[in-house]
DNA sequence: GCCAACGTTGGC
DNA sequence: GCCAACGTTGGC
């Protein structure tokens, strides 16, 4: 058993929030639309663990834990035409868009706040997480993910 | 291939 | 609402 990867992946709490998550129990992470973070999920493996961050929102953070149960799932929203991901250059030969499958783990017990997590962050964690690109998806250094842990639990 | 214009993300 | 930091598009 080797050890887990750490991810962080961010949702917009409006979109689709850490609670719907502990009621649905398990979710596709479609909608991806970037291809930095796609390749990302493209490089996750059975087993590894995401914290979910709710962005866009006030306060943004940290607010649960979750584990990549299923890869390479074509996203069906890419052939939606009614869905706001239909992506028109996608095909069914050729889609485009994939992504995984994660597990509800944990809601955390104490809120990470995006203030706290500048203190726990490298410069290039906060850049991805904090601003400016679309990137909703980023790897987590193991022990920064551990120091994370600890904190919400 | 360059780059200006435009669109999006997301913290503040 | 503002705006920085991207990514994308399209003319050339």
Redesign the pocket.
């Known amino acids: 058993m080797t050890e887990p990867n750490y991810w962080l992946m961010?949702s917009?709490p409006d979109a689709y929030s850490i609670d719907t998550l502990k009621k649905d129990g398990v979710t596709l992470w479609d909608g991806i639309?970037?291809?930095?973070a796609r390749n990302f999920m493209r490089r996750m493996s059975l087993g590894d663990k995401v914290f979910f961050?709710h962005?866009?929102?006030?306060?943004?953070g940290i607010v649960g834990f979750m584990e990549v149960i299923d890869l390479n799932i074509i996203d069906p929203t890419q052939f939606q035409k009614e869905s706001k991901y239909y992506d028109p250059?996608s095909s069914q030969e050729e889609p485009r868009w994939d992504c995984v499958k994660v597990k509800y783990l944990f809601k955390a017990n104490k809120f990470l706040s995006?203030?706290e997590l500048?203190i726990l962050f490298n410069e290039e964690e906060l850049?991805l997480?904090?601003?400016?690109?679309?990137?909703?998806i980023i790897p987590i250094k193991k022990e920064i993910a551990k120091l994370i842990l600890e904190k919400i639990k």
């Open positions: 961010k917009e639309r970037n291809y930095q961050y962005s866009n929102c006030k306060p943004p250059k995006l203030t500048k850049l997480v904090k601003k400016g690109n679309r990137l909703s």
